[in-house]
């Protein structure tokens, strides 16, 4: 069996997580769970969803791309269509809204992912903005009024959907693929002249990147009650960005880790409308100067708890000398 | 030997940047097992050549064929998996990755297994790593390295890291090799140890090298043939004492004025 090929550790997360799972479960059943708070770590939930699928994109394959949200509204609509329109299950709305966003990331991918840098920051804003305007220009998705969604996103379908994103990011990025991805993040020639085609790879990394937040789309869409293309904007990308930039650029649990921190802070805050986003900037701020690298700089919380292996320093070919 | 296919044939290939001629009318036949010099003046074109050879650049004339089979046009990835790798003049080796991360990813083309396959985690998931990974160690040890194994590349002495980005186009598994100028920078210990590294890896694995160097001891010490590059053009070809007393060579390298007068 290959699944038990996983290490102690992994089981013991998985464990921990199904135990916090439960618990928030039956608080939630027996009512002991206000709705502010239920509402939040749903919330929190699909914002984690969205900073792991972006930290694919930026934090592995170090494409600077800042047109998340137009991925997570394509997998919104996709998902509302096919439920409030046409009726049909919720499970199956979640997966178009995946597999809906996931398309608009390869036709998208494809040709941008030739920039570099600024360039492609550039032309993904675009695309995000492009999804807006037709969202906001086609009549069948309601135009700027939105579209009425029925609530449906429990906490059983988010937190299997947050769980099964995280362990296939995890996944993906501890194998020859996610390697692949690395060097591309690390030196894209280099990669190249490794035999690694860099394209394929920034593409299928956009394209799963996208997938997820189609699906963090779909459980937005059915969390909400409404979706109106202002909820997509420029600012949501710039969200998602912050949570992954924050969380320290290439490591996968600082992304979830500031995906809860500043949702919470910005939940809270909303007690004080006129001074939130003031604040909310604040923290910002205090945390970039503190800690510039990001919560975890590159290292995941599973590097705390393994031992160190010790590397005897051992002198084999005398060739100790730097020089500058 | 010239009855034989030579490995690598280039056939007066070049490349315009424009108006600019960098690199014309290169001929060239590197047969198998062969350590091979290219070195001319700053600017010479060398590592252009370098470039047009693993895809980089198309070259815009001529064309270039390893096992007689055209190259041009594939792009570098392509080439590399057809069996040209390379090292760079300026170290890049993937610096925030381990050392064992840098070789593994060189041996990417090897294992099989799909995206699919690693996000399910299939059992071949499991074997292609681990083939992967077991090679790389088997790997880094041939070269010495295997201590460093998960230190960041980045925190290498120098020399390693030199040694390490040699060990990392080794495990691409060529048929040619390609080093530019992989003694910039050290001192004369470390050349030397260079020295050593490369002919041994030449006879480990049977291994033809082109070799792009400024220090002429490492170059004469070592390679079996040598061009010479000025100006985008070959001016002179042939064994190292040839080289040495070419008065085009010499011209190239000391001006005009101080060939002939030391002609005279």
């Known amino acids: 069996m290959s699944i038990l090929k996983q290490s102690k550790g992994f089981w013991l997360s998985i464990g921990l997580a199904f135990i ?32 792991v699928s972006l930290h694919l994109i930026i934090g592995i394959t170090g494409q600077f791309s800042i047109g998340h949200a137009g991925f997570l509204a394509v997998g919104a609509y996709a998902s509302a269509i096919i439920t409030m329109k046409l009726g049909l299950p919720f499970w199956l709305a979640i997966l178009t809204g995946g597999i809906a966003a996931a398309l608009s ?9 030739r920039l570099r840098g600024d360039y492609l920051a550039i032309a993904t804003l675009g695309f995000g903005e492009i999804v807006r305007i037709i969202l906001l220009n086609v009549d069948y998705v309601g135009g700027a009024s939105g579209m009425q969604v029925s609530h449906m996103a429990t906490w059983p379908w988010v937190f299997f959907s947050m769980l099964l994103t995280i362990l296939a990011i995890r996944n993906f990025t501890y194998s020859r693929h996610g390697r692949a991805c690395l060097s591309v993040r690390e030196d894209e020639i280099a990669a190249d002249a490794m035999g690694i085609n860099t394209t394929y790879y920034k593409v299928a990394a956009f ?13 937005y869409a059915h969390n909400f009650y ?18 992954v930039v924050l969380g320290g ?13 500043l949702t919470i802070v910005s939940t809270f805050l909303q007690d004080y409308p006129e001074t939130r986003m003031i604040l909310y900037s604040l923290v910002l701020i205090i945390m970039m100067i503190y800690r510039p690298q990001g919560l975890m ?12 292996p010790v590397i005897k320093e051992e002198s084999q070919d005398g060739n100790k000398h730097t020089i500058a | 030997m010239a009855t034989n296919t030579p490995l690598l044939k280039v056939d007066d290939a070049g490349i315009q940047f424009g108006g600019l001629k960098a690199v014309s009318n290169i001929l060239m036949e590197i047969h198998k097992g062969e350590l091979v010099g290219l070195i001319g003046p700053n600017g010479a074109g060398k590592t252009t050549l370098f470039n047009l050879l693993t895809g980089v650049y198309v070259p815009t004339e001529g064309s270039i064929l390893l096992n007689n089979k055209k190259l041009n046009g594939l792009p570098p990835y392509k080439i590399t998996q057809k069996g040209i790798s390379r090292t760079f003049q300026n170290i890049r080796l993937f610096n925030d990755l381990s050392v064992l991360d840098n070789v593994m990813i060189a041996y990417h083309t090897l294992a099989k297994h799909s995206i699919l396959t690693s996000i399910l985690r299939l059992p071949f998931h499991f074997s292609g790593e681990k083939e992967m990974e077991e090679k790389a160690i088997e790997f880094l040890k041939v070269f010495h390295l295997d201590t460093y194994r998960n230190e960041k590349a980045k925190n290498l002495p120098y020399g390693q890291q030199r040694r390490l980005e040699i060990a990392r186009a080794l495990a691409a598994s060529p048929k040619l090799l390609l080093l530019d ?13 260079l020295m050593n590294l490369i002919r041994f890896i030449r006879e480990q694995f049977h291994l033809t090298i082109i070799l792009i160097e400024h220090d002429m001891q490492l170059v004469m010490g070592v390679c079996e043939r040598i061009y010479v590059l000025d100006h985008g053009r070959l001016i002179a070809q042939g064994i190292p004492e040839e080289i040495r007393n070419n008065p085009k060579v010499i011209e190239a390298y000391l001006g005009e004025e101080v060939s002939s007068y030391a002609e005279n």
């Open chain 1, 20 to 51: 916090v799972f439960f618990i928030i479960q039956f608080l939630i059943v027996g009512g002991q769970l206000n709705p502010f708070y239920v509402n939040m770590i749903l919330l929190i939930s699909i914002n984690i969803i969205l900073a």
């Open chain 1, 105 to 113: 990331g390869l036709v998208i991918g494809i040709p941008t992912l």
């Open chain 1, 207 to 219: 394209i799963i990147g996208a997938f997820f937040a189609g699906i963090a789309g779909s459980l």
């Open chain 1, 226 to 243: 409404i979706i109106q293309p202002s909820n997509f904007g420029f600012l949501k990308s710039i969200d998602i960005l912050i949570y």
């Open chain 1, 249 to 261: 650029l290439g490591s996968l649990s600082g992304s979830v880790l500031s995906a809860v921190f």
């Open chain 1, 297 to 308: 700089g590159t290292k995941e919380l599973t590097s705390f708890f393994k031992k160190k």
């Open chain 2, 181 to 193: 100028e992989p003694a910039a920078g050290m001192n004369p210990q470390e050349t030397n140890d």
